[in-house]
């Protein structure tokens, strides 16, 4: 884990020293749009476009990372999926929670065919069951 | 129950408090809070720190002892009580004053809720405040006048 640590490291003196110039092989379409975005004033420049799209990747990424090495040394304490898309569903007020069976059946089925499932896929998918529910009772 | 549009890809914050802070300084944090850090990390969501909080349960971040504790604690973001933070949660503790009270709520949980309201409004998608006291920080919520950022902000009782 002395990698995490380097990146949390790293992480932590973000925005503690000047801007330098580094070299990266780009998508020339990515770049095309990251200017066409500073153009629509919808960012300030390409670099702080770029840097801060890096920061949040890489906090995102430290955060899974540090979950993982959490549930490495305490398996019992990962959530199961079907929670995680329950709190989803909580925190954006979606017609979801009030089917928390629902939620957890098609987890179960999709467990049962032996196919992974993330807990926004698997939100996308209660609410796509709920919607073609009320078109039929329609 | 009608709800939200959904919309694939809304960043999941979730706001420490004090409770919350303590339980992952222990390095092993309750169901709820991990589920909540679950849901951040899937959706690409901040964990928030307000600077309030630190000082309530006199915390030091720098300690390398419980930085090595847990690197969950590491990778949140602080959230300053600027001044603009600091006018807002004086709205807030005025608006939900009660009867007796002169303001509503203590200075901690009203920067813990405007630290929420900033990290929607700055980063989009929702906030869910993880804390012990989910009737004080509910009453300094529900005073927000913002009512688009106010109902994406959602109390998770620990």
């Known amino acids: ?138 | 129950m009608k709800g939200r549009p959904l919309r694939r890809g809304e960043p999941a914050h979730v706001v420490v408090d004090n409770e919350a802070l303590g339980q992952l300084g222990t390095g092993r944090p309750a169901r709820p809070l991990l589920v909540a850090l679950e849901a951040a990390a899937a959706t690409g969501g901040r964990v928030v720190l307000p600077t309030c909080v630190i000082v309530e349960r006199d915390h030091n971040r720098t300690d390398p002892g419980a930085a090595a504790a847990n690197r969950v604690l590491r990778n949140a973001s602080a959230d300053a009580l600027t001044s603009a933070r600091a006018e807002e949660a004086v709205t807030l503790r005025r608006r939900s004053r009660g009867r007796r009270s002169r303001v509503g709520g203590s200075v901690v949980d009203a920067h813990v809720v405007v630290a929420a309201l900033g990290a929607v409004r700055q980063f989009g998608g929702t906030a869910t405040i993880a804390t012990s006291d989910p009737g004080d920080i509910t009453r300094l919520l529900d005073a927000a006048v913002d009512i688009a950022v106010r109902t994406s902000v959602t109390v998770q009782s620990l």
């Open chain 1, 1 to 138: 884990m002395a990698e995490l640590d380097d990146l949390l490291d790293a992480l932590d003196r973000v925005g503690t020293g000047p801007g330098r110039p580094v070299s990266a092989h780009l998508d020339p379409a990515l770049t095309d749009a990251a200017r066409a975005a500073v153009a629509l004033g919808l960012a300030e420049s390409v670099s702080a476009l770029t840097g801060a799209a890096l920061h949040a990747e890489l906090r995102r990424l430290a955060l899974r990372s540090a979950l993982d090495d959490h549930y490495a040394r305490h398996p019992a304490d990962k959530p199961p999926v079907a929670e995680v898309a329950y709190f989803l569903a909580t925190a954006r007020r979606l017609p979801a929670v009030d089917r928390p069976n629902l939620l957890t059946a098609l987890y179960d089925m999709t467990e049962a065919l032996g196919a992974g499932i993330d807990p926004e896929t698997l939100l996308v998918a209660t609410v796509g069951h709920l919607t073609i529910g009320q078109g039929s009772a329609a």
